[in-house]
């Protein structure tokens, strides 16, 4: 029952269902259209591998490796973000996390990320922002908007979320809407979220696929008033990724990305 519902969903969604954004009212201010061949922009990405050491608080099985061509490559128009199963590492797998932290951090406006995930039983792509500076606290505290996760079991499925201290993971209390989109690991889909003073709205190809809305000035309902700056990364295993298990037969496996933008109320 709880697909045919999804499905239902997922159908109005895409058909449009009367819910467009407001997207004409923005001006691009960042963005990395990839239109280049070698490593990622250095001035706009950083590589995070300081969690390598403790599975990054969900038990994940990669090593993050940095400045490597085989795990975080631009080429033919592309970014691609590889998980690979190789010897030599303190970890089977390695993988990247790119983040634009003090290279592109915003308060409110539209962030979007065209992309195609990779796929197989416990792989675990993102697209998502957290706080350049954890002004009410370590996770989740500060808060976490999740533009787009994956999970490989799960193929056919995509889900928009957000962490906060009152509603978050740890606790199974997170705000989510997954949404069916069978093409999801063939295909290449606008991922976006257009976040303001009072809401976050998620969209997949310009349909409203969820929205979070600010119902209170408590910090722990919503965090979402001091910058943020956006994540690339394609995990493998961890508490989610990982619930079915790791099938080594899937790598190499790539999240590829069009493009990357980023646009701020036009004033």
Known sequence: MMRWLLLIFSILVIAGCGCGNQKNK?????????????LPDGLKWNYDT??????????ELQYY??????????????????SLQEEGFPAKYTSARLTTKHKGDWLYGRVEVRAKVSKGTGIWPAIWMLPTENKYGEWPHSGEIDIMEHVGYEPDTVCFT???GAYNGMYQTQKSQPVYLPEAEDAFYTYAVEWT????????????????KKKSDNTEEWPFNHPFHLLLN????????????VDDSIFPQSMEVEYVRVYQMDK
């Open 234 to 245: 394609v995990a493998v295993g961890g508490n989610w990724g990982g619930k079915h298990g």
């Open 197 to 212: 003073k009072s809401k976050c709205d998620f969209f997949v190809d310009d349909n409203k696929v969820f929205s979070f």
């Open 162 to 164: 957000v962490h906060t």
């Open 65 to 82: 490796t940095s400045e490597r061509k085989e795990n975080a490559w631009v080429n033919d128009g592309k970014l691609i973000i590889t």
């Open 50 to 59: 300081v969690g390598n050491s403790w599975g990054w608080g969900n038990n």
């Open 26 to 38: 923005y001006k691009l201010v960042w963005s990395d259209e990839f239109d280049y061949t070698g």
